[in-house]
């Protein structure tokens, strides 16, 4: 297990890595599917359970200086996930003793797919991401989203786990026979694996978006190099400064940007309420040299913002809402909102406070922020462009930059923070996730970081620039704006929707038939 949750975690951007391992993917996960097969069905819990724990304590250790609890809580629920799974995949074997291993294939698939749905979602770690870097492969991503790579990469360690059985404590004599007598067994499946990949590397080879007669925009991306939520008012005038002066940096340059990005809550006070309000003197003027900074520009700003509203509740009082937003400037005037949607859970969002209120009481203890959710993905519009803005962590979901596409957007705006983490891995983990929004959708990709991955990416997947992480940074580049469609845009996660229901029908086919074995044994 300490052998798989190593390789699982190599595979991806790591601290000896910067860009990962990525054929250490293919391979990853057979000591897994191997050892479920020589695992009684109550031992595989607790097997289970160390791998999740142990994985994911490897693979995201940065979490905990996101919060701290985030860490602890993170690797928790991937021990109680993998607690249930590895039972799962045991069965899978006993109840299919030949092709079991086709069937723990689609469980590990649909396992990849449920853990990034509802209030738990977490798209960290999904194998396809590791991959994200081998332009030709991840094409397929225009089809299939991210999951079609995951079939791909997944497969070879479903089939080696199972090639290798008792072989692999014979000797390698032993081993070897094994498993050539197992591929020469399952050589119509593994011939149509084989065809399956080839297939997705000519179609990586041959689809790329040729966008060289594209319109160009030309985009600033601004990023100041602190967390800045850190430091109070003294540090808001301070990033402010840096802002606005590598914005003036970027403003000066030729060509001259059509685009000013800002990174998550890169201004921090409460625009609209501090100039509706003006409830603290030293706030309102800070505000209001932003507002004469943007009203002196003549080229849109987008800008993240901790917004702040007072709202009416169910009962018609006013109340005070909190959202992490983006907002569009145009000479000043607030033009356009958006305001997150998929909150971060537990750091940002706990919906279940009167269920569990020890743990929202401990949360509250640890300086959480909680925000309101936001109610509309808005498409924002400026001069003609529409573009989709996910906040840092809404990135790692496929189903909302589809979204803004579906609705309109021609280019997608992340605005991220992940300063917190002061960690190289947790901001290329992340940003090899956005590359397969940029994929999926056939539309460039822009992000504005606090202190890194700051860059820009092409339809294809390609990375254009990226500035250099950790640092004070403008990075102007030139993406190119397409309206190819593709099939993911139109059919969103068709594939690892056919693996949930495929696992599903599978493991229920299975028991049947064990069941109906057992009736037959005792008659």
């Known amino acids: 297990m300490v052998l798989a949750a190593f390789l699982f975690a190599a595979s991806f951007p790591n601290t000896v890595f ?16 191997w050892l479920t097969r020589r695992l009684s069905l109550i031992s595989s819990i607790a097997w289970g359970a160390l791998y999740g724990f142990l994985a994911y304590a490897i693979f995201n250790y940065w979490l905990g200086g996101f919060h701290p609890l985030a860490g602890l809580i993170v690797y928790i629920i991937y021990l109680v996930y993998m607690a249930l799974l590895f039972p799962l995949l045991k069965a899978s074997a006993l109840f299919f003793p030949r092709r079991g291993y086709l069937v723990q294939w689609l469980l590990w698939l649909a396992y990849e797919y449920l853990r990034t749905q509802g209030f738990l979602g977490y798209s960290y770690g999904i194998s396809g991401y590791s991959q994200w870097e081998i332009l030709p492969l991840i094409q397929i991503a225009s089809i299939f989203g991210v999951w079609g790579v995951s079939a791909l990469v997944v497969f070879p360690s479903a089939m080696l786990g199972s090639a290798l059985r008792d072989g692999f404590w014979r000797g390698f004599g032993d081993t070897k026979r094994f498993f050539v007598a197992f591929c020469k067994r399952e050589r119509l499946v593994l011939g149509l694996w084989l065809l399956a990949l080839a297939g997705s590397l000519i179609y990586g080879f ?9 319109p160009m925009l030309r985009v600033a991306l601004i990023q100041h190099n602190t967390d800045p939520w850190v430091g109070g008012l003294p540090a808001y005038r301070d990033n402010f400064n840096s802002l606005s002066r590598l914005s003036m940096e970027a403003l000066a340059q030729e060509p001259k940007p059509e685009l000013v990005v800002w990174s998550e809550t890169a201004f921090v006070p409460r625009i609209h309420w501090h100039l509706s309000y003006k409830e603290d003197i030293s706030y309102f003027e800070l505000v209001t040299k932003l507002m004469r900074f943007l009203e002196a520009q003549d080229v849109p700003f987008v800008i993240g913002n901790h917004d702040a509203r007072l709202e009416l509740d169910e009962e018609d009082r006013p109340v005070q809402r909190d959202y992490n937003a983006v907002l569009l400037f145009e000479r000043g ?11 971060v859970p537990f ?22 922020h909680f925000w309101d959710k936001g109610s509309e993905l808005t498409v924002l519009e400026a001069n003609g462009l529409r573009f989709g803005t996910p906040i ?21 705006v992340n605005l991220t923070n992940d ?12 940003m090899n996730m956005a590359v397969f929004r940029a994929v999926e959708n056939r539309r460039s ?26 640092v004070e940074a403008q990075l102007s580049v030139d993406v190119p704006l397409v309206d190819e469609a593709s099939l993911y845009t139109a059919y969103g996660d068709f594939l690892a929707k056919f693996f949930v229901a495929a696992a599903s029908l599978a493991l229920a086919l299975g028991a049947a038939l064990a069941l109906a074995r057992k009736m037959r044994e005792k008659a």
């Open 419 to 430: 300063a917190w983490a002061k960690s190289l891995p947790a901001q290329m983990q992340h």
């Open 333 to 343: 005037v607030n033009t356009g909102i958006y305001r997150k949607l998929h909150l």
């Open 18 to 33: 910067d860009k990962g391992l990525p054929l250490l993917a293919w391979l990853a996960f057979a000591p897994v599917f």
């Open 392 to 412: 840092c962590f809404e990135d790692s979901f496929g189903y909302l930059s589809r979204e803004w596409v579906r609705n309109g957007a021609r280019l997608i």
């Open 206 to 214: 041959a689809s790329p978006v040729d966008y060289s007669d594209a």
């Open 445 to 470: 990709l822009v992000r504005a970081t606090a202190s890194g991955q700051t860059c820009a990416i092409d339809p294809n997947g390609r990375v254009l620039a990226m500035a250099e992480p950790f």
């Open 347 to 368: 750091t940002e969002h706990f919906p279940y406070g009167k269920q569990l209120p020890l743990v929202y009481a401990a949360l509250e203890a640890s300086d959480t």
